[in-house]
């Protein structure tokens, strides 16, 4: 059964319907192979959250460089992902990205990476709060309109919206039980 037909996610599945899309390349792998591309992508994700702050660790001194290493390799996002195969890392740069974006007067960009996360999985639509908080109605909107599009037009689109109705309420399902 393809992602167009599907209508309930594999057991142990608790992700969005979207992100179930975005995974298809690698059901076309063996297991072998479809494996080892996972552990690539967590590898590039890992990759890309330890060189981000790097410019700002490298003016630290080392007892507090030692001190960030610590937090780092502790952090659950990173255990997460290690231990599980989990998307953590990639939610948490995806985080990342909207504050950098935030930070640099992009609000539609910073909106949409919230979104695009909140669309993989839903926690961090929280993180709308803060522009919430802001009064910043762009981003805001352009979370929303993102979450909207990830979410539920895109799927609606590739699987048919009564599939992916199903597959949402399969995966809430999964989730409650």
């Known amino acids: 059964q393809t992602i167009h037909q599907a209508v309930v996610p594999v057991k ?6 979207f992100f179930a899309i975005v995974l298809v390349p690698l059901g076309h792998l063996g297991p072998t192979a479809a494996l080892w591309a996972w552990g ?4 590039v994700w890992l990759l890309v959250l330890l060189a981000l702050p790097l ?6 001194r080392p007892a507090e460089l030692l ?3 610590a937090l780092f390799a502790s952090s659950v996002p990173l255990l997460h992902n290690s231990k599980w195969g989990q998307v953590s890392v990639l939610l ?3 985080v ?19 979104g ?17 908080v802001r009064r910043d109605w762009r981003a805001v909107l352009a979370a929303g309109l993102a979450g909207l599009l990830f979410f539920a037009v895109v799927p609606s689109a590739v ?5 992916w109705w199903h597959f949402e309420l399969a995966t809430q399902r999964t989730l409650s039980d």
């Open 67 to 69: 001190l960030y290493g």
């Open 159 to 163: 699987m048919g919206p009564v599939n």
């Open 92 to 94: 948490v740069l995806s």
């Open 40 to 43: 690539v992508v967590q590898a």
């Open 55 to 60: 410019r700002h660790l490298l003016r630290l």
């Open 12 to 17: 142990g599945y608790f992700y969005t319907a």
């Open 96 to 114: 990342l990205a909207s504050y950098s974006a935030y930070l640099q007067g992009q609000r539609w960009l910073a909106g949409t990476w919230l």
């Open 116 to 132: 695009l996360a909140a669309a993989i999985k839903y926690y961090p639509v929280l993180f709308v709060a803060g522009f919430l």
